[in-house]
């Protein structure tokens, strides 16, 4: 599936020269950068890499900084400028908190498709997301195995 713009007030920036790209503890979650890397390139835009750790557990905490560390490697790599910002609790309420403290605007998130009876629809998360955001919303769809640079190669994904 191609990726979704949602614009929730009607008009879309005619440039995108700040992206909001949070990373979550999702192993999903870094399947969205290189689309995400590419649309930065033909913007020069620049990426704001919201790293949330949803629970205060080293653990989970250790994952996602491990996660963060492939993104910025990736972008590096790409040549694309970014800025980390760290931030901890709600998913929903943390990214649109980023996305008005930096004014960015697109904010690059995974669709969250869940299945049901008669379709697929967005996850709560991003649906709460597209509601209460005054910018647009690149939805991009999990892929179940994906091709992109070895950084983002897993176990769980046989072909990387």
């Given amino acids: 599936q191609l990726p979704t713009m949602v614009i ?5 920036p005619k440039s995108f020269d700040k992206i909001l790209l949070p990373i979550d503890d999702t192993i999903e979650t870094r399947q969205k950068v290189p689309f995400t890397a590419e649309l930065a390139k033909n913007f020069d835009a620049k990426i704001i890499v919201q790293t949330i750790y949803p629970t205060p557990d080293a653990q989970t905490k250790n ?6 560390d492939q993104v910025t490697e990736y972008l590096d790599k790409e040549k694309i400028t970014y800025e980390v910002k760290e931030y901890e609790g709600g998913i929903v309420k943390n990214v649109l908190e980023c996305a008005r403290e930096y004014d960015v605007d697109l ?8 299945r049901t009876l008669s379709s697929f629809v ?3 998360n991003v649906m709460e997301l597209t509601r209460k955001s005054n910018v647009p919303t690149l939805c991009i769809h999990q ?5 992109v640079s070895d950084v983002f190669h897993h176990q769980s994904y046989p072909n990387g």
């Fill in 8 to 12: 929730r007030n009607g008009v879309a």
């Fill in 63 to 68: 994952k996602v900084k491990a996660y963060q």
């Fill in 107 to 114: 904010i690059a998130v995974m669709a969250e498709e869940e």
């Fill in 122 to 124: 967005l996850g709560t």
């Fill in 143 to 147: 892929q179940n195995i994906y091709r």
